[in-house]
């Protein structure tokens, strides 16, 4: 199991009704800059460090305790615990450091400051998108508002789907999917034929 499908496992039954991820990242609890530099490639930075998973949804902050990987410095796939918060009493999100070792401090109208360390390089489970995109977002009042758009629901193509083929550009055809296999859909057209369709040019 990868470590998104991991996460996803964890973070299913936590949502409500109508809630919705938004963004996913790996991030720590360490000492600042400043104190790693002493204590780094130490056992003492290991032993201090606290790794999550981090979901932003439309309703809430979750922060889903896990382990530090000694290996790869990964997290582990377990779920030791959950903390969360409204994300109406988000305020908004700060980041600093360097390199690929950022820190996300993120403020609340009622509550202290968190602060999270997040290495953007390698985007483990979407953290360089987290970075980005969180800040603005909660900048911008929409996700405490609960003004974002809930995305689509993708349309689920199967044996028996009515579907529209475009064989090349300007060129659609309505077909009917018979098999389903690697990435590509077996097609029957207009002229009672079958043929094999990569998925991409195939749409519900």
Request: glycine share 10%; hydrophobic share 40%; proline share 8%.
């Amino acid at each position: 199991m990868t470590n998104d499908d991991y996460l996803r496992s964890q973070v299913m039954p936590l949502l409500q009704p109508g809630e919705q991820v938004i963004h996913t990242a790996y991030m720590r609890r360490q000492p600042g800059l400043l104190m790693q530099m002493f204590l780094v490639g130490g056992l003492l930075l290991w032993m201090i460090t606290k790794a999550y998973f981090v979901v932003l949804t439309n309703r809430r902050l979750i922060l889903i305790r896990t382990k530090m990987s000694g290996w790869s410095g990964g997290p582990k796939q377990l779920n030791l615990g959950v903390e969360q918060w409204d994300v109406r009493n988000l305020r908004q999100v700060t980041t600093s450091g360097i390199a690929n070792n950022k820190s996300m401090t993120f403020h609340f109208h009622q509550g202290p400051p968190q602060t999270l360390r997040i290495s953007p390089w390698g985007n483990k489970l979407g953290s360089q998108m987290f970075l980005d995109q969180v800040p603005p977002l909660v900048a911008s009042g929409q996700l405490q508002q609960g003004q974002l758009a809930a995305p689509p629901a993708p349309a689920q193509i199967g044996p028996g789907s009515r579907v529209t083929v475009t064989t090349s550009p300007g060129q659609s055809f309505p077909g009917t999917v018979m098999q389903a296999a690697n990435g590509q859909y077996l097609c029957q057209m207009p002229d009672g034929q079958s043929y094999w369709y990569p998925a991409q040019s195939v749409q519900a």
